[in-house]
């Protein structure tokens, strides 16, 4: 009996210790699966969330923009960028006076490189670098989702020592749009990062990118502290002064010869990294006998064109440009 008792307690007894060690492994992944539903809530990125729907252009998917040395870029805010120079996957901007930074193609990412002078004349500087299990927003496809992380070192102006941290980005494509800025109206694709110190939310930006030109047309930021932000892009192209000496040599070159034998109305073309044209629009003479002549000078390169138009006047010399006749570029 004794035995026959003990079995039984035993039989009733393990039945009753899997449940419970079946209970207890239930509620602590069910403890994990929540947590993890929370981060993922948190940043927009959980699978459970609402399917998106897309009531925006049909545009497939785009890849990482091109850039050149003189590509330039002015927004409604005032705000002007121009590529300096290129190496490798580096691209070079100049932002506006001694303010400098360095990107990839990628300009969603935080500048790899960045220095100026503030108001109190001191030098601030910094770098950043992408962290494992980073991931790319591009190609860019409507709904991608991916996770970004990021260590960043600003450099103390006053010691020299760098002050590290590390932040992490959620982007996404939450859509497509059809937009109109004073550049032009184009099919763009709605580009979002939410920036992440911690879990501690820091910055949104939201960007507008158009295929079309390599480059957003539109750009919104949200800061937790600080004053929002918002521009648009006005107008675009290689700027003629920041192109490399080997084209602006060419454009100089183009400019003489077609104002010199070309008909007003008729379009020259220098093809090269940059492709340059030059068409004479209006000639007329001067109550002094000079003759001056008004022409177009487009450049372009990697789909994005920019337009000048210029008056220049016969000289022993050559052709002299005189004036920018006002108007949009």
């Known amino acids: 009996m004794c035995c026959l008792t003990a079995s039984r307690y035993a039989m009733a007894i393990f039945p009753l210790l899997a449940m419970a060690a079946t209970a207890g492994c239930q509620v602590t992944n069910t403890l994990n699966s929540f947590s993890q539903s929370l981060n993922e809530l948190n940043d927009g990125m959980s699978a459970y969330a609402t399917e998106r729907t897309n009531d925006g252009p049909d545009m497939g998917s785009a890849n990482l923009p091109k850039f050149g040395t003189g590509d330039a870029f002015v927004f409604d805010s005032g705000r002007a960028v121009y590529v300096t120079k290129t190496s490798g996957e580096k691209i070079f901007w100049n932002g506006g006076g001694d303010y400098s930074f360095v990107t990839t193609e990628d300009f969603t990412l935080p500048n790899l490189e960045w220095s100026y002078t503030d108001k109190e004349g001191q030098k601030r500087s910094g770098t950043a670098s992408l962290r494992d299990g980073s991931e790319s927003i591009w190609p860019l496809s409507f709904d991608k989702q991916v996770r970004i992380y990021t260590t960043s070192e600003n450099i103390d102006p006053e010691t020299g020592k760098p002050d590290q941290y590390q932040q992490w980005l959620s982007c996404s494509v939450p859509a497509t749009e059809t937009v109109t800025v004073e550049a032009g109206t184009f099919d763009t694709y709605i580009v979002e990062c939410a920036r992440y110190w911690q879990q501690w939310w820091m910055q949104t930006t939201k960007w507008w990118y158009a295929p079309e030109i390599g480059y957003y047309v539109k750009r919104e930021r949200n800061w937790k502290s600080g004053q929002d932000h918002s521009e648009e892009l006005i107008t675009f192209g290689p700027a003629p002064t920041k192109i490399p000496a080997a084209d602006r040599k060419r454009l100089t070159a183009l400019v003489q010869t077609t104002l010199e034998d070309t008909l007003s109305g008729k379009t020259m073309i220098s093809k090269g990294n940059i ?32 337009n000048q138009i210029k008056t220049a006047c016969r000289t022993e010399k050559g052709w002299i440009v005189e004036d920018d006749v006002a108007g949009k570029s």
């Not at 002094?288 to 002549?293: F, P």
């Open 275 to 306: 492709t340059i044209a030059v068409t004479p629009l209006k000639t007329v003479q001067t109550d002094k006998g000079a003759w001056c002549r008004t022409y177009r000078q487009s450049l372009s390169a990697h789909n994005r064109t920019s």
